[in-house]
């Protein structure tokens, strides 16, 4: 697992040092550089044209994410709005602010302003189950996507990646790649009792086992610590530091997004041990990560979670609802896809949002 060069490692570890040096200087610049941001991405985000046997014209689609904070949320809002308005609807979103009373309140107003269908991004699994109920008194089907909600909500199908099925792919890689070299894990989470990462994680460990069984006849699953990281950069990092000092064995990291790892490789390249780990993730295909992979060997695969064709797949089921059908399955997945080296040049684009 060699890092290409010394440099690279010494760019890992600079790299936030240079950020903040650069934002001194570019401040100026920052409404042009969203401005070309967005023009990059319309390619990416153009939409999709879904037939329709009734007019869809002023038909309105309600999105309520439960933050912009991340990229993956701000590319899952593009998607879902270019769909929307390339099929003649008119879109209306709402942002949650990462607080489930605002999530709440925005879904309020989505109903009230007589929405067609409401696309929900919830924030907590248990929380907006209410909020289902009150949109489905008003009329208004509610489409869960890529997150997850309580089974007593009403609600027509949620629309996510499978994060089983990507679980297990990169589990089944991680042992191939290991072959009967002992594995010291860690695990790196989003945070406590959030369902789609216990789906993610499960998957990981699913893959890790069976191919273990399957190659080996026995499972040797040493998973040494976990750690959680909300979801976010500086989440990572930390937990990372801390993994390191208490568990300086830890050989393999794996994780229930990439989102949760990328922050931690500052930790493991300060405390040099980027020949030393290899990190498997179970989601996302974050750019960022697909360039690690490309470009270096301790990065060694992710999932897809694509939320430019969550978005997609989301304005199709409403549209298809709208039309009269009612049949859908309770769960409806994109298709499980491991990116690796031998294919990371396929999906990296650098001028995506996500």
């Not at 490692?9 to 920052?30: D, E, G, Q, W």
């Not at 191939?176 to 789609?196: D, F, Q, R, W, Y």
């Not at 780990?277 to 974050?286: C, H, M, R």
Request: aromatic content about 6%; overall charge neutral; hydrophobic content about 40%.
């Amino acid at each position: 697992m060699k890092i290409k060069n010394l440099k690279f490692a010494l760019k890992l570890i600079c790299m936030p040092m240079l950020a903040i040096l650069l934002s001194l200087s570019l401040n100026s610049c920052v409404e042009h550089l969203n401005a070309s941001k967005t023009t990059a991405n319309s390619g990416e985000e153009e939409g999709e044209l879904f037939p329709s046997a009734i007019d869809l014209t002023g038909k309105k689609i309600g999105y309520c994410t439960p933050s912009l904070n991340a990229p993956y949320y701000q590319a899952l809002l593009q998607s879902i709005k270019a769909t929307t308005e390339k099929n003649g609807m008119i879109f209306l979103s709402a942002d949650g602010q990462d607080d489930i009373t605002k999530q709440i309140s925005a879904v309020e107003d989505l109903i009230t302003k007589g929405v067609d269908a409401l696309l929900l991004n919830p924030k907590d699994p248990d929380a907006l189950v209410g909020i289902t109920k009150v949109a489905k008194a008003a009329g208004i089907p509610v489409f869960i996507i890529d997150s997850s909600i309580n089974p007593s909500a009403d609600f027509v199908t949620t629309i996510q990646s499978n994060n089983l099925a990507n679980g297990e792919l990169a589990g089944e890689w991680l042992v191939k790649k290991m072959g009967k070299t002992p594995m010291n894990i860690a695990l790196l989470s989003g945070n406590a009792g959030n369902p789609v990462g216990r789906t993610r994680k499960q998957g990981l460990l699913q893959g890790i086992t069976e191919e273990q069984l399957r190659t080996q006849g026995k499972i040797d699953l040493n998973v040494k610590t976990q750690a959680y990281t909300e979801w976010s950069y500086a989440g990572g990092l930390k937990a990372m530091e801390d993994i390191l000092v208490a568990h300086p064995d830890i050989n393999v990291v794996i994780t229930e997004s990439d989102v949760c790892v990328l922050g931690a490789i500052k930790a493991i390249a300060q405390a040099g041990k980027t020949d030393d780990i290899l990190i498997v993730a179970g989601a996302d295909g974050q750019k960022e990560a697909i360039k690690y992979i490309m470009d270096t060997d301790f990065y060694g695969c992710t999932a897809m979670n694509s939320p430019v064709q969550i978005g997609k797949n989301a304005v199709k089921y409403a549209v298809e609802y709208m039309n009269g059908k009612r049949d859908f399955d309770k769960k409806s997945y994109t298709a499980p896809l491991l990116i690796t080296k031998e294919n990371a040049a396929k999906y990296y684009n650098p001028n995506a949002l996500f």
